[in-house]
């Protein structure tokens, strides 16, 4: 499990963090939704431990991240948004890196390749940035690593790709992993996630599984916002309504719902009255 605790972080005279605390759980995929500039690729870099907080602890089963002991980088991996490679082929950056790995598999990584459509012998400096985008993904799969962080992974991804990449990280995840991947893009991840964290303004709005979720509120189309609703947006054709949900004595929902928007979450979430987070919390 991943502990934070009062998380303090600034930089350029700019505070980030002022305090944060949260926590993200064993064998979970979270989605980490923020808007451009949110702290989201911050928190990316201080869990895998390539930026010390200035403030507060983050705590890995037990390992400080900062502190870089090869035990625990054996076990975590980051994908940046961007990625500056070396001049040399994909395959022989894999060989030379995965070495130093305990879980990595080259068979995978072959794998991972193909179904990319990555040619490994092809120079990176060479690749289009979403091929260069597809090679490192890949090969962080390979590596069979137990926290995979991801700062926008469909960046630069065409549509087939990020289906595939959707199938990849289905199939990866499981008990004992645990993938946080970050995205303004929330459409890319709302069918891969089981746990939506929000953050903005350096701020955690909502943490919680979506199953949690699905407990406690429902989404609801309407021809005009529904009174006392959590939270309405105008779409395409009427509102779509966030509203607590509510049992009959049977324990059946008393209206049906259509499956959690995670867009219109989001908007919640960010856009709301700034305590749509609490208010899902508790709406049990």
Same mark, same amino acid.
């Given at each position: 499990?991943?502990?934070?605790?009062?998380?303090?972080?600034?930089?350029?005279?700019?505070? %980030?963090?002022?305090?944060?605390?949260?926590?993200?759980?064993?064998?979970? =995929?979270?989605?980490?939704?923020?808007?451009?500039?949110?702290?989201?690729?911050?928190?990316?870099?201080?869990?895998?431990?390539?930026?010390?907080?200035?403030?507060?602890?983050?705590?890995?089963?037990?390992?400080?991240?900062?502190?870089?002991?090869?035990?625990?980088? /054996?076990?975590?991996?980051?994908?940046?948004?961007?990625? +500056?490679?070396?001049?040399?082929?994909?395959?022989?950056?894999?060989?030379?890196?995965?070495?130093?790995? +305990?879980?990595? /598999?080259?068979?995978?990584?072959?794998?991972?390749?193909?179904?990319?459509? %990555?040619?490994?012998?092809? $120079?990176?400096?060479?690749? +289009?940035?979403?091929?260069?985008?597809?090679?490192?993904?890949?090969?962080?799969?390979?590596?069979?690593?137990?926290?995979?962080?991801?700062?926008?992974?469909?960046?630069?991804?065409?549509?087939?790709?990020? #289906?595939?990449?959707?199938?990849?990280? +289905?199939?990866?995840?499981?008990?004992?992993?645990?993938?946080?991947?970050?995205?303004?893009? =929330?459409?890319? =991840?709302?069918?891969?996630?089981?746990?939506?964290? %929000?953050? @903005? $303004?350096?701020?955690?709005?909502?943490?919680?599984?979506?199953? /949690?979720?699905?407990?406690?509120?429902?989404?609801?189309?309407? /021809?005009?916002?529904?009174?006392?609703?959590?939270?309405?947006?105008? =779409?395409?054709?009427?509102?779509?309504?966030? #509203?607590?949900?509510?049992?009959?004595?049977?324990?059946?929902?008393? $209206?049906?719902? $259509?499956?959690? @928007?995670?867009?219109?979450?989001?908007?919640?979430?960010?856009?709301?009255?700034?305590?749509?987070?609490?208010?899902?919390?508790?709406?049990?």
């Amino acid at each position: 499990m991943i502990r934070i605790d009062e998380l303090m972080f600034s930089y350029g005279g700019r505070c %980030v963090y002022d305090g944060l605390s949260t926590y993200f759980e064993t064998g979970a =995929v979270y989605g980490l939704l923020g808007k451009n500039g949110a702290g989201k690729t911050t928190l990316l870099r201080l869990i895998a431990g390539l930026t010390e907080c200035s403030g507060g602890k983050i705590d890995i089963d037990g390992e400080i991240p900062s502190k870089r002991r090869p035990e625990l980088l /054996d076990r975590l991996y980051f994908v940046p948004e961007t990625f +500056s490679a070396p001049d040399i082929p994909v395959i022989d950056y894999a060989t030379n890196i995965g070495m130093f790995y +305990s879980g990595y /598999d080259a068979d995978a990584f072959d794998r991972y390749l193909k179904e990319f459509e %990555v040619d490994p012998h092809q $120079r990176f400096r060479r690749l +289009s940035f979403g091929q260069r985008k597809k090679a490192i993904i890949a090969f962080a799969l390979s590596l069979n690593t137990s926290l995979l962080l991801l700062d926008e992974p469909g960046n630069g991804l065409d549509i087939p790709s990020k #289906l595939t990449l959707r199938r990849m990280l +289905s199939e990866y995840s499981g008990p004992g992993r645990t993938v946080i991947l970050s995205t303004h893009q =929330v459409r890319d =991840v709302e069918d891969i996630v089981d746990h939506i964290a %929000v953050i @903005d $303004r350096g701020r955690l709005l909502l943490n919680m599984s979506t199953e /949690d979720i699905g407990r406690r509120i429902m989404f609801m189309t309407s /021809d005009c916002a529904i009174h006392g609703a959590l939270f309405s947006e105008r =779409v395409t054709g009427g509102f779509v309504n966030i #509203l607590r949900k509510s049992m009959d004595d049977d324990g059946e929902p008393t $209206r049906k719902s $259509r499956k959690i @928007d995670m867009e219109i979450l989001f908007n919640a979430c960010v856009n709301g009255n700034g305590n749509f987070g609490k208010e899902v919390e508790y709406a049990l």
